[in-house]
């Protein structure tokens, strides 16, 4: 591996308005005690991003200023802490971006990536919009040779997807995805290749990423133009979907996908709501839904089953994936994403 500078440029937030960021000089940090420090190979923009980049109410409430954010991301180790004998210099890890404390009751049992002391990596520290980091060794995972370098830092988005999709049955079921951000389009293209039998897509007017979801493999695409409930009733024979997920954080999308899913169907909710929707209770009570929310990736079972899709190679990566830019271009990128012509919008760094 090549020497390790000791300063570093990173994209740092720095003022409290919208943009903020500059290209600020920092130290490269040394790996503490069960850290790794990581060379970044790519980093993804992503929705939590934008909140950062806007200064909204979320990201002045959890962003410190003078942090360099980023954390979909991926790259070599070019050093380790004490005590890490879980990977060595020249292993090429992905970043999951929840930091756990691997000792509450949370953790304990299994949910991790809601653990009760638990922070976001290139949120609530320093990230990898830069071209080193350092991270505890638990979140660097390993990548199988199977995995190409330049899909390896969409593994964060790509996992939501999965996680959200399969808090109910995807293999010859109904699927409707509700919001066509690159996460939905990555669960349009899940859906397909883990059996579905009908995949329904719905977004609200951005054309690019609905033709990009009937690329993946939607059966049915709607929009603004269409009565959406009715759409999907009829298309299921007028019962509903089994499985709905909503990952755009609009209400009407939310209202849209409780009243489509059929009696004792499964809601799995990602969407980030910036107001306390108002939803009909009282369909999901007399339908027996079962509502599930959705934050990050379980650690590691979604990893497991991630990695296996894509061992497969069946999944169509490089369609969701629209823009390679150097990372330099990082306001570039921030721009294209709000733009919302594009899929998913990749930093490169080498």
Known sequence: M???????????????????????EHVVPVPQAGEVLV??????ICGTDLHIWSWDEWGRSEVPLGTITGHETSGHIVAIGE????????????IECHLACWECERCREGNAHVCENGAIFGVHRNGAFAPYFTVPAAN???????????????????GNAIHTLTGGPVKDSTVAIHGLGPIGLFAVDVARAMGAKKIIATDWDNQTRMDLAKELGADLVLGKDDDVVAEILSATGGVGVDNSCEFS???PALNNAIKSTRNGGWLNILGVYGSDPVVP???????????????????????????????EGDLNIDKVVTHRLHWHDFQAAIA???????????LNFE
Request: include cysteine; hydrophobic fraction near 35%.
């Open 39 to 44: 060379k970044t190979h790519s980093t993804s």
């Open 249 to 251: 954080g609009a209400a």
């Open 281 to 311: 209770v009282n369909d999901i009570v007399f339908r027996y839904l079962h509502v599930k929310g959705i934050n990050g990736r379980k650690m590691w079972q979604t990893w497991d089953t991630m990695q296996e899709l894509l061992a």
């Open 140 to 158: 660097a995972r390993l990548n199988p040779d199977t995995i190409s370098a330049g899909d390896a830092s969409i593994q964060d988005p790509l």
């Open 83 to 94: 005590g890490v004998s879980s990977h060595t210099v020249g292993d090429f890890v992905s």
């Open 336 to 346: 294209l994403m709000q733009e919302g012509n594009c899929g998913k919008v990749v």
């Open 2 to 24: 090549s020497e390790v500078p000791s300063t570093m440029m990173g994209w740092t937030k720095v003022r409290p308005e919208p943009d903020g960021f500059d290209l600020v």
